[in-house]
Structures are given as C-alpha cells and as structure tokens.
C-alpha cells in the first residue's frame, strides 16, 4: 500500500475511476493498493472536489490564480503536497504547465494521463486534433511526468477506432471509457514495484518499455 496524491482542475472522472478502484467497485480485480492521502485542485471550483469529498478523502485548493507567477504557485504546491509525504503523485486533468524545478523534485513519481496516442496530439484539443488530421485510430496515454509537456515515457496506450460520424464528444467519450481503465492500471503497477523510471526510460517487470514511433 502507497499514499498517493491526486491533482485535478475539473471534472474528475478520471479521479472518480482511481476511487472506485481503491473500493473494488466497477472492477473485476482487486482493489487498488493505494491510499489517496489528498486531491488537490487548482481551481476552487472543480467537481472533482465534490467526488474526493463524498468518498470521504480530504481536499485542498490551491488557486493558481491568487500568484504571481508559475513558479510561485509551484513552489507552494510542492511544499503542499510534501506534507502528505506521497509515493506517487497522479495528475488527473490538471490543467496546468508545471516548471522543470517542480517536475524534477518528482522525477519517476508523478504520472500524467493524455487523450490521445502520444507523441500524436500533445497538448490541448486532442479530439478536434484527430477528427482533423483524419486518423483512423485515437486514444489514451499514461505516462510519467518529465521536463518536455506530454513527452515523457508512455507507460500504457489505450485505442479507439475514429468513426465516420464522430464528433469531439463522442469520440472523447469512447476515449474517457478507456482512460478509466488504463490510468488505475499503471498506478497498480508502480504500487506494486513492478514500475519504474529509469535512465529517462519505463520499466515495467524489470523490461523497458517500448514506445511509440514519432
């Protein structure tokens, strides 16, 4: 069992499927091995926050918009999120750009999920991204949190087919479906020590992970 802290700015359906996994509930495995010491949002606002609170997990708000600068607000997230003294920091729709400091103060324990099949779409409007680019297949990535935005080492990959008829919201919800299944998946894994990054690189069962071609 590891503490983890969870970040979001919204939603939190991501976080909603991380807590239904800690119960064993939605899942034919067994529970998640992990404790989710705090979720901590940076906006005040966020419906994740309601979710944390209805399962009985304590919340915090760090609104990036009462500081100055990016740095600031990292800085004090950092010296919030030490206090829980987390294993694993999971970001689950925060919406924010992190600063290399902060990034590397937890290099091979924070994990980031993005809505497409990276390196393809990095960034913002995945859905919009791939309808226009006319790919046949989309998806989800799972990857540890490095210096480069969205380009660290991919832990799992999730994909769905483009229909013909797709729109930004129902291919995002068929990508969502998937992302609810992949991102508790590689959190087991490094509760488990069965999942490290090394040499800039992920390991899984003492294997480096393959990734995918640019």
Not at 60 to 89: G, S, T, Y
Not at 158 to 167: G, R
């Amino acid at each position: 069992m590891i503490n983890i802290v969870i970040l979001i700015s919204g939603n939190g359906s991501n976080l909603q499927a991380i807590i239904d996994a800690c119960k064993n509930s939605n899942t034919t495995q067994a529970k998640l091995p992990v404790s989710i010491v705090a979720v901590i949002s940076s906006n005040p606002d966020a419906y994740g926050l309601q979710r944390a609170r209805e399962a009985g997990i304590h919340t915090e708000v760090l609104d990036h918009k009462q500081f100055e600068n990016r740095q600031n607000f990292d800085l004090a997230l950092q010296n919030l999120i030490d206090q829980f003294k987390p294993k694993l920091i999971v970001l689950a729709g925060f919406m924010r750009i992190l600063t290399d400091d902060f990034v590397n103060h937890y290099l091979g324990h924070m994990m980031n999920i993005h809505p497409s099949l990276l390196p393809q779409f990095p960034g913002l409007n995945t859905h919009q991204q791939a309808l226009d680019k006319g790919v046949k297949q989309h998806g989800a990535s799972v990857h540890f949190v490095t210096p480069e935005l969205d380009g660290g080492p991919i832990i799992i990959q999730a994909q769905v087919p483009v229909k013909e008829n797709d729109s930004t919201q129902s291919l995002q919800a068929r990508v969502l479906e998937q992302e609810h299944k992949i991102y508790p998946t590689a959190i087991r894994w490094f509760a488990e020590n069965r999942l490290v990054l090394k040499n800039n690189a992920a390991h899984l069962d003492g294997c480096q992970l393959e990734q995918p071609k640019k």
